[in-house]
């Protein structure tokens, strides 16, 4: 094995147990107002499915010592957010967003780190001087549902490079490499310039990676942009954008991809990149 393989092998371990000291950075660990009422019911209904799954499938002790095990390792890890963003998160944003009008979103994953470089558009992504990749411009229009261009809309903006990694989860690139805050012109029109991104399995070398292997599952995401478009009066929208003929867009491990959510870039004028448009319409708050 060459040590290239080894390095990319361990910077996606990293990036598994890495989203655990994030998370409890983000100030989304405070405790939910909840009744005890709503407590017990959510508990006694996971619990119930998983007496029903025992039951029905007559789980042997070994298979019990084997899920104990497994669930202290996921900690052990550091990977309960890559596992709850991968495997349950989709489930959160269809409910959270069912009775939105305006554009689809989707998960966010575990790779956003907030307080990007904010840039004006037309806007390039930082990123190194030889960034490898297909030069990707992504451009359109910010509105509300009601057809109001949002003028000083932020489009944030962060993805994986050429090799499928993110910055400030993968050690060796540059700390904003790939991430970046858009402001919309007057129009609400925005214009990003970046690479396009490669598709990546998500950290095989941990707990979730035994579960896959295990499985006999994959670990492949579609190629994605991530975004979080945000105006004032208006709903945050988080969505990802995928790439037409993708093979992993029916077969995403993440269950994160929507039939809207895709793009079809065309090639640039010059042959050297690609470009295309996408326009976001969010929901009033
Ligand atoms: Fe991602």
């Not at 990676?209 to 709903?235: C, D, E, F, V, Y």
């Amino acid at each position: 094995m060459s040590s290239e393989i080894i390095e990319v092998e361990a910077s996606a371990a990293a990036s598994g147990n890495a989203a655990t000291a994030r998370f409890r950075e983000s100030g989304k660990t405070t405790a939910v107002e909840t009744s005890t009422e709503r407590v017990s019911l959510l508990a006694n209904e996971v619990l119930s499915a998983v007496y029903d799954t025992v039951r029905r499938h007559e789980v042997t002790y070994a298979e019990f010592n084997a899920l104990k095990a497994w669930l202290i390792q996921v900690g052990e890890d550091g990977e309960w957010p890559l596992f709850l963003d991968v495997w349950v998160e989709h489930v959160i944003e269809e409910v959270a967003t069912g009775n939105r009008e305006g554009s689809k979103g989707t998960i966010e994953g575990p790779y956003f780190v907030p307080d990007a470089p904010t840039l004006a558009t037309p806007g390039t992504l930082p990123m190194r001087d030889d960034e490898p990749g297909t030069p990707l411009l992504l451009r359109g229009s910010v509105t509300g549902t009601d057809g109001t261009p949002l003028a000083g809309a932020h489009v944030e903006i962060w993805h994986a490079d050429d090799d499928g990694l993110y910055s400030q989860f993968a050690p060796g690139l540059p700390e904003w490499n790939l991430r970046g805050i858009i402001v919309a012109d007057e129009h609400g029109h925005y214009e990003i310039n970046t690479i396009q991104p490669a598709p990546y399995q998500i950290p095989t070398g941990g707990s979730c990676g035994n579960l896959i292997t295990a499985a006999g599952w994959h670990a492949w995401r579609p190629a994605h942009l991530h975004l979080k478009i945000s105006a004032p009066g208006r709903q945050l929208l988080t969505a990802q954008l995928y790439f037409e003929g993708d093979s992993h867009l029916s077969n995403d491990v993440a269950s994160a991809v929507k039939p809207e959510l895709v793009l079809k870039p065309l090639p640039t004028a010059d042959g050297t990149g690609r470009h295309v448009t996408y326009n976001f319409v969010l929901d009033p708050a």
